[in-house]
């Protein structure tokens, strides 16, 4: 599974689950003194941003040129075209940075961009209603689906091999597998 964050909240996506933008990493502080920036990297495809290329930040989507880009400890320096001290770099403190949606990368078959995943039904292999994906949890091991049932109870399910079955996003289904004890007291519900 690969993430990239989405512009979850904003009003104006195309379509439920389509945002138009993808975060991409977030800006942390000036670094230097040419106005560079430190980046917290979000994005699983670092390697697409270079010399030249344009980022939007924050909610109003302002357009930013990447002039220079050098990799620091687990994130990247950034330089803008047009901001060339700290005191201007500043003002981007904290804002996420995002690109197009159309512009992600394809994914190999079989792998799934999280924001394509939200709102798509919940079933069993025999076809009992589970829910609605929520939201995903990362974990060290592996993911976790939290289904939110039609009662409103929360149900927490493992990314893995055993449980996940199959993934239709032209149904907007997911089929699982419930291993026994997995869904505890939602089961009464």
């Known amino acids: 599974m690969t993430q990239a964050p989405a512009n979850a909240g904003k009003p104006g996506s195309p379509s439920a689950g389509e945002p138009v933008y993808l975060a991409v990493g977030m800006l942390r502080r000036p670094h230097g003194v040419r106005g560079d920036m ?4 979000y994005t699983d495809f670092p390697e697409r941003l270079h010399v030249g290329s344009k980022l939007f930040a924050g909610d109003d989507h302002v357009v930013l040129t990447i002039s220079r ?28 940075l995002y690109v197009p949606a159309a512009d992600r990368p394809a994914l190999p078959e ?6 394509e995943l939200l709102g798509l039904s ?49 149904k907007k289904l997911i089929q699982v597998h419930i291993l026994p004890g997995l869904l505890g007291d939602v089961e009464e519900a």
């Open 38 to 41: 430190l980046m917290e990297v």
């Open 110 to 115: 079989g792998e799934f961009y999280y924001h």
């Open 122 to 170: 919940v079933a069993t292999e025999d076809g009992k209603m589970l829910g609605v994906l929520d939201h995903i949890i990362e974990t060290g091991a592996n993911d976790v689906f939290v289904v939110i049932s039609e009662a409103g109870k929360e149900i927490l399910l493992p990314v893995i091999p055993d449980v996940l079955r199959n993934i239709d996003l032209d």
């Open 69 to 96: 880009l050098r990799t620091h400890n687990d994130g990247l320096l950034l330089g803008f075209s047009g901001i060339n001290t700290p005191e201007e770099a500043g003002r981007y403190r904290n804002v996420v």
